[in-house]
């Protein structure tokens, strides 16, 4: 063999170690890095997960880069924000001086409602898609308020307020004013129903006493028609214009029904009643209310008229066990007129007094008649008899 061919025969068993000390070297480093991989899978998935996250602001994006969900830090506290598909934020949660907050927005971004902490508690609103508060609920200092807002503003159409003293409910016209008013306390409840003028027209509920009671006013609040318990009964009023005058039904538990017509002063005018012997009482007053004829049945059962001047009786019709009886009295109250069935003789008596009531002149029907006449102190007598 030549040198030259014993130097290529060298080459060629060189290269044929270079090539096998390469195939080893790379089948070492993949077994290597595969080994190395697998550690380092194995160290990542048994690593213990971090106990703290800290970051000043968290995004999540969408599959278009664009934020859905924030999370972030204000000078109040923390806040999260929701967005939808459209770029509009919807939803937000957040801290407040008073405590949390949690509003809710449309797809065009107005406010559509929220739960909000304030000073005396918590508060509950929804809006409309103009912004404008339709409704709200809110713990007050002492109770709750609930409120419906008109449907062109925020002033309130109807209102339900709760307290420790009295639960209270108000309809509102459209102008504001109120128009219903209904609550309940210890002292009993009511119904009203107001005017334009803001006076009360018509009420149903209870009195002072807890009574039952109702109330109908004209529009300036003069009560005209009402109605409620007396003692140990029912009354029923019809008022003039005025409020004063009018017309009183009415019972009482003693002794029964009565009637009452008032002039516009207030005044009675006629009344009839039930009196204390259960019999029935008529009585006719002046203007200033005192009687002026009285009819009503008297103590023997028997019917009675009496005519009055002042405080002073001045006439008297009635029945007695025997007859008929007419009296007529002086201003002292002395009867110096007597006209009736005589009770010591046959037929009629007619009696002449003096201001003192002593018979000075007295006439009976006899089977002959007598007339006679009288001393000043009833002692002596003169007959006229017929010739």
């Not at 907050?101 to 508690?121: C, E, M, R, Y």
Request: one cysteine or more.
């Amino acid at each position: 063999m030549t040198p030259i061919e014993t130097r290529l025969e060298q080459i060629e068993k060189q290269l044929q170690l270079i090539k096998r000390q390469r195939r080893l070297e790379r089948r070492v480093g993949l077994a290597c890095a595969t080994m190395l991989a697998a550690t380092a899978l194995i160290g990542f998935t048994r690593a213990p997960a971090p106990e703290v996250l800290q970051a000043s602001r968290l995004e999540i994006l969408d599959a278009d880069g664009k934020i859905t969900c924030l999370l972030s830090s204000t000078p109040t506290g923390g806040q999260v924000d929701v967005w939808a598909k459209g770029g509009a934020n919807i939803a937000r949660l957040s801290s407040s001086e008073s405590g949390g907050d949690l509003a809710l927005w449309n797809s065009a971004g107005k406010p559509v409602a929220g739960i909000f902490a304030n000073s005396t508690g918590g508060r509950v609103e929804v809006t409309r898609g103009n912004g404008q508060v339709a409704a709200f609920f809110e713990a007050t200092k002492d109770g709750s308020d609930f409120v419906l807002t008109h449907s062109d503003s925020e002033e309130a159409s109807m209102q339900f307020s709760v307290n420790a003293e009295r639960s209270v409910g108000i309809v509102n016209r459209q102008n504001t004013k109120q128009a219903l008013r209904f609550g309940a306390s210890d002292k009993g409840s009511a119904f009203s129903v107001m005017s334009d003028a803001e006076k009360e027209i018509a009420y149903l509920g209870s009195d002072t006493k807890q009574s039952g009671m109702f109330r109908l006013a004209q529009n300036d609040g003069a009560t005209m028609i009402e109605g409620g318990m007396a003692e140990g009964g029912g009354e029923f009023f019809v008022h003039q214009s005025n409020g004063a005058g009018g017309c009183v039904f009415g019972n009482t538990m003693a002794r029964g029904g009565y009637v009452e017509i008032r002039n516009h002063d207030g005044k009675s005018a006629v009344s009839l009643e039930v009196q204390e012997n259960l019999g029935g009482r008529a009585s006719v007053r002046t203007a200033t209310g005192q009687i002026a004829a009285l009819m009503d049945q008297g103590k023997d059962e028997s019917g009675t008229v009496q005519i009055y001047a002042g405080a002073s009786r001045i006439a008297a019709l009635g029945g007695s066990p025997i007859g008929g009886l007419l009296n007529l009295f002086n201003l002292k109250g002395k009867a110096v007129v007597v006209t009736g069935v005589a009770s010591d003789a046959d037929g009629g008596l007619f009696s002449l007094r003096n201001g003192n009531g002593q018979q000075t002149v007295r006439a009976v029907a006899q089977p002959n008649g007598e007339v006679a006449s009288y001393s000043s102190d009833g002692m002596r007598k003169r007959v006229l008899m017929a010739p």
